[in-house]
């Protein structure tokens, strides 16, 4: 039990019932299944990308370029589509190029020996920079035909089907990171860079495979956020990686790698979500959710380190 | 080696230029170099205090709120009282910086919680802060004294039809007092102790603890300087587009300008190097008749060339 509760998830999960409540208290219309399976749904992306961050954070790096490499395959996805290629082939084409993306910086990283958090600063412009480019201060309409997925369901339930995506997605990005031997790869990497080296870990690969997957992810996520929105812009999901990095980081992994499980940072992004919600439905202006949201990462990554002290007592 | 990172942002900048200047001879003109000297010292000023942080091996990513919440506090300062001196207004906003970067700086030296991750709360809180000050309004125009405006117009020299502004001047006396901090001064030694092996500075009998408080500190100092600055450049301050994304730009510049971030090695010249080379871009992608939305593009891509000459001289010196 004591081991359970010192968990980093622990104080997610804890922060999650306490939010829970606070919006049930705060408004009638929160406990409003249809309202947070919408709120979540919109937030799918979101979701997506931090799969993807939580296979890197846990391998020992970071990818500040997933928000702009979702921008610019979203930008492909939206004029592919506008070309009249069919919407499989098109979407099939941004997860592609967002893989392609996303394996440039993993080529930078593991293959080159290059920081991770400087090569995706640098992609961080390049890839929102080649949309800038592509696009100019134009956005693309998407056709009815392909917009509008986030008011669709799974048929015969009421789960939106951005979310029906996003839970397999975490199911199965779960079982590979915590049920396969490639997994325990990503966590012999972000233990102990060295030792998985000298343990004959084919750490390069891993590496570029991590980045490759979490660029794929991001490919998706721009195609989704096409349909979601009907428009395409270079500006999409601007600062996302902010969110994404903080949901990942508060829910447990741990910067400095080694540490973190895809259902604590699904569950953190859950309670980022229904923090900012539950806020705006208490009619509580968005610019104080951006204090607060920053606040709660401070304290529970605090509340981490304290508790890390005591149980090394 | 140290020598030669900032080699190669010379290099990098000097073919910037010349580039540049063949294909349009209008950069060299008055007009082009006034618009360089305007543009960089802000930059200078915030990646000065990015510089120290990334020396001690840590992260400063808040700084682009903190400059937004200091500048609000200033300008709405200077809206209640149009009489209030810019010398006590320019404090006023050391002073907010000073408090917001000591804040990080305890999260980090003390509370032990990683760079990347108290910064990146900060980031948010800082502006959810300048947003909960601001009550859906922003510093206008007429909020702003004209003596502080006139620090961007006004200069103590003029060369021909170049001025260089107030606005360099205070960057440059900055660079000055962050030169004589680094090479001369023990503390600023220490800096680049802790960056490079904090344990063996703990074991050297240094209080590594308060020194990286004290680069927070210093690097929110400058970033509040940042926030009178931009007001006075910009005349106008709005919460949520002031300094936003800027963090990310003054990383890059004292990257270019040789700064290792896996800590213990950067230098003053350089940084002036690196934002130098920010702003002769920005400026010749204009005059070039390069449209603005290439201009993201060209910094990735600047970014990524510098690391690349990075890997390929640590590379040459190792083999």
């Known amino acids: ?313 | 080696l140290k020598n030669s990172r900032e080699l190669r942002a010379l290099i990098l900048l000097i073919i910037v230029v010349v580039a540049a200047a063949i294909k349009s001879p209008r950069l060299l003109e008055a007009a082009s170099i006034n618009s360089i000297l305007l543009w960089i010292p802000l930059l200078i000023v915030m990646a000065v205090g990015q510089m120290l942080v990334i020396v001690s091996r840590g992260i400063d990513v808040s700084i682009g709120s903190t400059l937004a919440l200091s500048g609000l506090t200033v300008g709405f300062l200077f809206r209640a009282n149009p009489q209030m001196s810019l010398v006590l207004g320019s404090a006023i906003g050391l002073g907010m910086g000073i408090l917001a970067g000591f804040i990080n700086g305890a999260l980090i030296g003390w509370a032990k919680i990683p760079p990347i991750i108290a910064t990146l709360g900060t980031l948010s809180a800082y502006r959810g802060l300048a947003f909960i000050i601001a009550r859906g309004g922003q510093v206008y125009r007429n909020d702003v004294p004209n003596d502080l405006t006139q620090w961007s117009i006004q200069g103590p020299l003029k060369l021909g039809a170049v001025t260089v502004p107030w606005l360099l001047v205070i960057a440059l006396v900055v660079i000055a007092l962050a030169y004589l901090f680094t090479a001369r001064m023990v503390t600023g030694r220490y800096i680049f102790a802790v960056g490079s092996n904090a344990e063996a500075a703990h074991m050297h009998g240094l209080h590594v603890s308060r020194l990286i408080v004290l680069t927070y500190t210093i690097c929110g100092a400058l970033a509040g300087l940042g926030g009178v600055l931009y007001l006075s450049r910009f005349g106008f301050l709005n919460p949520s587009s002031a300094g936003s994304g800027m963090e990310l730009t003054v990383i890059a510049a004292t990257v270019i300008g040789g700064c290792d971030v896996r800590g213990g090695s950067g230098s003053v010249a350089g940084v002036l190097i690196g934002c130098t080379l920010l702003g002769a871009i920005n400026v010749a992608l204009s005059v070039v008749g390069i449209a603005s939305d290439w201009q993201l593009l060209v910094y990735g891509a600047v970014i990524l060339v510098a690391l690349g000459m990075d890997g390929l001289l640590t590379r040459r010196a190792t083999a």
């Open chain 1, 1 to 313: 039990m004591r081991k359970l509760l010192t968990t980093p998830e622990a104080i997610t999960v804890v922060l999650l019932i306490i939010a829970f409540f606070v919006g049930i208290v705060e408004s009638k219309y929160f406990l409003d299944p249809f309202y947070l399976l919408d709120q979540t749904a919109m937030n799918a992306e979101a979701g997506m990308l931090v799969l993807g961050m939580t296979l890197v954070i846990v391998c020992g790096e970071i990818d500040l370029s997933v928000a702009s490499n979702l921008a610019l395959s979203g930008c492909i996805v939206a004029k592919l589509i506008a070309a009249g290629l069919p919407a499989p082939v098109a979407i099939l084409a941004g997860i592609v190029i967002g893989a392609t993306l996303g394996g440039f910086n993993g080529l930078l990283v593991a293959y080159a020996n290059l920081p991770s958090f400087l090569v995706s600063l640098g992609t961080w412009a390049l890839y929102r920079g080649i949309a800038q480019a592509l696009m100019g201060a134009e956005s693309t309409m998407l056709p009815k035909s392909y917009s509008g997925i986030d008011a669709k369901f799974i048929p015969g339930t009421g789960i939106p089907i951005p979310l029906g995506i996003l839970l397999i997605l975490a199911a199965a990005i779960g079982l590979l990171l915590h049920r396969s031997v490639f997994g325990r790869w990503i966590f012999a990497i972000g233990s102990n860079d060295q030792a998985a080296r000298y343990s004959a870990v084919p750490y390069q690969g891993v590496k570029l495979l991590v980045f490759i997957i979490s660029g794929a992810l991001a490919g998706g996520g721009g195609a989704l956020m096409d349909s979601r929105l009907g428009v395409a812009r270079y500006d999409l999901a601007q600062g996302m990686e902010l969110t994404v990095i903080t949901a990942t980081v508060l829910g447990g992994a741990s910067i400095y790698g080694g540490r973190g499980t895809i259902a604590g940072s699904v569950l953190a992004l859950m309670l980022m979500v229904i923090i900012s919600s539950g806020l705006g439905l208490a009619n509580v202006p968005a610019d104080y959710q951006l204090a607060i949201i920053g606040t709660i990462l401070i304290v529970a990554v605090g509340l981490n380190a304290i508790s890390k002290r005591f149980a090394a007592r």
